[in-house]
């Protein structure tokens, strides 16, 4: 299975072949500060993953791709190249959700993935034990924090998100992964096992998962 994700600021890319063996390009913490590159990065990245799992794209079983929530432009370009792919090679495309991998890479029973939404807001979700127990929804951090103070828990957060908001969520008594954690990014290895559960969907189908409306608005003519 080959999976991305592009989310983020980073573009992280894995082949995951049989018996567990892992293909995967782990980008550097620094990246999820930098400006987002996945329109030049994604498909030499994707083409270094393939070469050195030696496969070919017709030999994947399926393709993985995190369908955010996340940046706008990184989830238009990794979902359209996901069904560009997948149309071409003839192979299964599976959708799961960019947070859902974050708190895969939490060392944690209450996870707590946050994203940064830009507009002095994240994207978040909680699991526990595995299970999503919020749904995905965009706010800005003092209410994220408020909501898990209101709900007398006590998870461990990471992601760009948490380490923009650090001060904030720290003061709420929310504890947050190190700064250079691999936690912090989305790991497409977790886009590969999460999809790896999951039922293929129609390509058509697969489409980026925003939780709020865009920046941009069409202008009236």
């Known amino acids: 299975m080959l999976g991305f994700d592009t989310s983020t600021a980073a573009t992280t890319v894995c082949v995951l072949r049989e018996q567990g063996v892992v293909f995967e390009r782990l980008p550097g913490s620094e990246q999820l500060s930098s400006p987002p590159a996945h329109a030049r990065e994604l498909m030499p990245a994707i083409a270094e993953a393939m070469a050195a799992a030696e496969l070919s794209f017709g030999e994947l079983d399926a393709i993985a791709v995190g369908v955010g929530p996340g940046t706008f432009t990184g989830l238009r370009i990794g979902v359209a190249t996901a069904r560009a792919l997948a149309a071409s090679a003839g192979v299964e495309l599976r959708p799961v959700s ?124």
Do not use: N
């Open 98 to 221: 960019s947070l859902a991998a974050l708190a895969m890479g939490i060392d944690a029973d209450q996870a707590l993935p946050l994203i940064d939404a830009k507009r002095g807001e994240v994207f978040a979700a909680l699991y526990e034990a595995g299970e999503r127990r919020w749904e995905p929804f965009a706010a800005p951090a003092e209410e994220v924090a408020g909501r898990v103070l209101e709900a007398g828990l006590s998870p461990l957060a990471a992601g760009d998100g948490s380490i923009r908001f650090r001060s904030v969520l720290e003061a709420a008594g929310i504890r947050v992964e190190p700064e250079g954690s691999l936690a912090h990014g989305v790991r497409a290895l977790h886009v590969c096992e999460l999809a790896a559960a999951a039922p293929p969907t129609p390509r058509e189908a697969v489409l980026p998962e925003y939780v709020r409306l865009p920046d941009a608005k069409p202008q009236p003519p």
